[in-house]
């Protein structure tokens, strides 16, 4: 069975309360032997280093999300530096630009954005980038504050061949979650095919984003099973070499031994 890294989770979230260690039981037997869990908010943020503490498989990442930036105070900038001495925390994240959701002021989420990217190069971790519908500030932030020196991952690229380009060209990994699954998904799948090898991840955003066959159902991290299966297909490979080489490429991401 092919071991799997399912690079960005949500695992805290309420829509697992019902039966989340059974959903986490179900993961490890479809031969998922990573994750990160994404803490983002001051709610998440605690959920999400609990989890990393419980099981040894699942690693944490903390930040704060695009739509909450307005809520962000000096204090919370301060407790993510402080946690990124935690062993289990492996990057920052989910950061960077939310145009779609007209929650928080975009000179707010730049800001916000900014002083994110600057403790990442300060502590030294990568980031996970949250990027809807604001491709071209997002890369020009990431040029404009240096953000190649600690690299990370595009998280459930979304953009196009050329945005992709540039975030490769500064390091970047891209991640691909169910959407490059669906039968309409010409740009995902175009984009997964140019991607290299070398820089390719798999997730599945879990509970969001289920892949076919369950869009529109819940999803959790067992399904990363169908994300890397049309990923392998894309690429012209084997399951058993997706699984393996994108395993290599996420635990160089976060620097997992």
């Known amino acids: 069975m092919s071991?799997?890294?399912?690079?960005?989770?949500?695992?805290d979230s309420k829509k697992f309360?019902?039966?989340?260690?059974?959903?986490?039981?179900?993961?490890?037997?479809?031969?998922?032997?990573?994750?990160?869990?994404?803490?983002?908010?001051?709610e998440t943020i605690p959920t999400t280093i609990a989890l990393a503490e419980a099981y040894d498989f699942i690693y944490a990442a903390v930040g704060w999300h695009p739509v909450d930036s307005i809520h962000m105070k000096p204090e919370d900038l301060e407790w993510i530096e402080e946690l990124c001495s935690h062993e289990k925390v492996v990057a920052i994240g989910e950061i960077g630009l939310d145009y779609h959701w007209d929650t928080s002021p975009k000179e707010v989420q730049h800001r916000v954005?900014?002083?994110?990217?600057?403790?990442?190069?300060?502590?030294?971790?990568?980031?996970?980038?949250?990027?809807?519908?604001?491709?071209e500030d997002v890369v020009r932030i990431l040029r404009?504050?240096?953000?190649?020196?600690?690299g990370g991952v595009m998280h459930c690229f979304s953009g196009s061949w050329e945005t992709a380009k540039k975030c490769l060209d500064m390091g970047f990994y891209i991640s691909f979650g169910g959407p490059v699954t669906f039968k309409n998904a010409r740009v995902p799948k175009e984009v997964l095919e140019k991607v290299p090898l070398d820089r390719l991840l798999i997730e599945t955003d879990c509970p969001y984003l289920?892949?076919?066959?369950?869009?529109?159902k819940r999803n959790e991290p067992s399904y990363v099973t169908y994300v890397a299966q049309s990923a392998a297909e894309l690429k012209g490979i084997s399951l058993e070499e997706l699984a393996i080489i994108t395993m290599e490429n996420g635990k160089k991401c976060f620097r997992i031994e």
């Open 144 to 150: 404009e504050e240096n953000a190649d020196e600690v």
């Open 113 to 135: 954005f900014r002083e994110q990217i600057a403790l990442a190069r300060k502590v030294d971790k990568p980031i996970v980038i949250h990027n809807r519908d604001a491709h």
């Open 17 to 42: 309360e019902g039966d989340r260690d059974g959903v986490i039981q179900r993961a490890q037997e479809a031969g998922v032997g990573l994750c990160v869990n994404i803490g983002f908010d001051r």
């Open 3 to 11: 071991v799997l890294f399912d690079t960005h989770t949500h695992l």
């Open 210 to 216: 289920s892949p076919h066959p369950f869009r529109g």
